[in-house]
């Protein structure tokens, strides 16, 4: 019988611990199992948690699509489906590949307070991404 995901999602107000929280959550899943199949998700806009775990991202979900969305009036006339060419973007910009997890980082995205196409992003990309993980912690 297949192994059943297991999904966490830590959020709350600021300064209610979540980062540190999510650090030794994932401390603990990481010691606990043999499993490397755990994705680790930065839905916060300030984008804290890189810091804390150690991982150096190169971009977020948001800088991507910000410039997605500037290149998007030239790729028109191609005539291919633009969701799929954002989110091989995201693929290969995004994910960070550590020895004993994955993490990937919403970031800001529209300007300040605002981050409803970059949210409906990462909810989209989500959706095909948790597929391959055992373990997915979410930290909002």
């Keep these: 019988m297949p192994k059943r995901p297991f ?4 959020s709350g107000k600021g300064g209610t611990g979540k ?3 999510t650090a030794l959550l994932l401390k603990v899943l990481i010691e606990e199992s043999a499993s490397d199949d755990i994705l680790v998700v930065d839905a916060d806009p300030a984008t804290n948690l ?3 775990l150690g991982v ?11 410039e997605f969305r ?3 009036q030239r790729l028109d006339n191609f005539g291919f489906e633009k969701s799929a060419l954002l989110e091989y973007y995201i693929v290969r910009d995004c994910i960070v590949e550590t020895e004993r997890f994955d993490f990937i980082a919403m970031g ?8 409803c196409y970059v949210n409906a992003v990462l909810s989209e990309i989500l959706v095909k991404l948790i597929k391959h993980y055992s373990v ?3 930290y909002i």
């Design 19 to 21: 980062t540190v929280l």
């Design 108 to 115: 800001r995205g529209e300007g300040e307070g605002c981050y």
């Design 50 to 52: 890189p810091q804390v």
């Design 136 to 138: 997915v912690l979410m």
């Design 7 to 10: 999904y966490v999602s830590i």
């Design 56 to 66: 150096s991202i190169n971009k977020t979900i948001g800088d991507v699509a910000e």
């Design 70 to 72: 500037k290149k998007l």
